[in-house]
């Protein structure tokens, strides 16, 4: 089976937030403490406050946050594999 890219990148995507809820599921788990604040906050890269752009007419807001853990990075691992197996 050959995946296309649209297939590939769903794969990645799908790998990215199985692993970031299973990040979020294990730092519940965890008492308080440094590996606690690793896995549930993990580290957000991306936009703090959206941007604004007022053209008058047209009004856009802008705004992306990723939220990496280290089960995110673990998931994504995963889809790559899997993405590289199914493509050969």
């Known amino acids: 089976m050959k995946l296309g890219w649209?297939?590939?990148i769903l794969v990645l995507l799908l790998g990215a937030v199985i692993g970031t809820i299973l990040g979020q599921v294990v730092g519940i788990l965890l008492p308080?403490?440094?590996?606690h604040e690793i896995f549930f906050k993990g580290v957000s890269i991306g936009l703090k406050e959206p941007l604004?752009?007022?053209l008058s007419v047209l009004q856009v807001v802008f705004g992306l946050t990723l939220s990496v853990n280290p089960l995110t990075l673990l998931g994504?691992?995963?889809g790559i594999f899997l993405?590289?197996?199914?493509?050969?």
Request: aromatic share 10%; charged share 15%.
């Open 6 to 8: 649209f297939g590939a």
């Open 32 to 35: 308080s403490g440094a590996l």
């Open 52 to 54: 604004h752009l007022d």
């Open 76 to 78: 994504l691992l995963l």
């Open 83 to 88: 993405v590289v197996r199914f493509s050969k």
